[in-house]
């Protein structure tokens, strides 16, 4: 499309919906084609956004010449064959998380991506609250002194959480709910931390509804989880720092949580609820945001397709954190702590 305006193709209409209507919002970004296997679906979302070009091969989307960008909103096991067919048809790519199955599918992405030339990110939404983002500035500045330790959960009540089938098909998905939500909780503490060098993990599993038919899953459905429902884990980093992590589609838990926290020799903070703690002060406070703003991530994506700027979210730390993923899972198999080797 036009150099100041450009067209933004989305493969995948589950979450896809929902970067179709953030996308819709950037001025300068024009969706001009969908992507869906279902023809219903398709349909219904070309006729209600107004959108045209409708396809239910992927492959032809990505050559699409009025398509600039591709979103890929697909289950985690198509990421890395349509971020690469993008990329080698000379599409910017923006990958939903996680990157991939595993760090070596991601790696493909990113030798796609150089051989490329293009622009890609990963998907990882809370680096863009602007909560996350102004912590990250505080840390970048020094406030929180040496960053040690770091905290997340993300916990759905035993209820309805768990997703529908292909997120519980290893196959499909490369795990649970450590690589579902997991993945954006470990991300956003990580990113926090100033993005350390992590070098062991000590990770547990534990599949205690799925393969009952509890959580949300049918009965029929139950012999087929083969993931975890709930996992736990810590990651130690180079020079001693460390991060918990504790995830679940389905616990027995009064209500739903999720935290994630930073503590460091000078200070803290806290995503959810929103607080830093500075040492001069000993005390939480929560900072006037009035006049802080951060783009989101689509406009952001847009943004460093035309003006020529390096993601926030780049694919290699989305590497990272499928390392520091996979590592949590082998030593949750073999019942001991691993090295992460990336």
Not at 6 to 20: M, P, S, T
Not at 41 to 48: P, Q
Not at 145 to 171: D, T
Not at 287 to 299: A, G, L, N, R, V
Request: some cysteine; glycine content about 12%; hydrophobic content about 40%.
């Amino acid at each position: 499309m036009g150099q100041d305006r450009i067209g933004i193709g989305i493969i995948g209409l589950g979450v896809g919906l929902w970067h179709l209507e953030e996308f819709q919002k950037v001025p300068e970004a024009e969706v001009v084609a969908l992507c869906d296997l279902d023809e219903a679906k398709l349909m219904d979302a070309g006729r209600k956004y107004g959108v045209s070009r409708l396809y239910t091969d992927y492959r032809e989307l990505v050559d699409d010449p009025r398509v600039d960008v591709v979103s890929i909103c697909l289950p985690n096991y198509l990421h890395a064959s349509a971020a690469i067919a993008a990329l080698e048809a000379g599409k910017h790519v923006l990958v939903e998380k996680p990157l991939a199955r595993t760090p070596e599918e991601a790696r493909k992405i990113i030798t796609a991506r150089n051989r490329s030339g293009k622009k890609a990110m990963v998907a990882m939404k809370f680096r863009f609250l602007p909560e996350a983002a102004y912590i990250r500035r505080l840390w970048e500045e020094g406030v929180f002194g040496e960053v040690y330790y770091g905290f997340n959960s993300y916990i759905r009540p035993a209820g309805k959480g768990i997703p529908r089938a292909w997120f519980y098909r290893r196959e499909l998905s490369g795990g649970g709910a450590l690589i579902d939500n997991g993945v954006h909780l470990l991300d956003i503490t990580w990113y926090l931390m100033g993005c350390p060098k992590p070098v062991e993990a000590f990770g547990a599993t534990y599949a205690e509804f799925g393969p009952r038919g509890k959580g949300g899953v049918p009965p029929e459905d139950a012999g087929a989880f083969d993931v975890d429902d709930f996992a736990c884990g810590m990651v130690r980093f180079e020079g001693g720092a460390s991060v918990l992590i504790e995830n679940g589609w389905a616990a027995h838990i009064d209500r739903g949580v999720i935290a994630a926290r930073i503590f460091g020799t000078k200070g803290g903070a806290s995503v959810w609820p929103f607080y830093i703690v500075r040492e001069r002060e000993g005390e939480s406070e929560v900072p006037d945001m009035t006049d802080f703003s951060f783009p989101s991530q689509f406009q952001h994506f847009v943004d460093c397709v035309l003006k020529d700027r390096e993601p926030l979210s780049p694919l290699e730390d989305g590497v990272v954190v499928l390392e520091m993923l996979t590592a949590l899972y082998r030593s949750a198999e073999e019942g001991c702590s691993v090295p992460i080797c990336g």
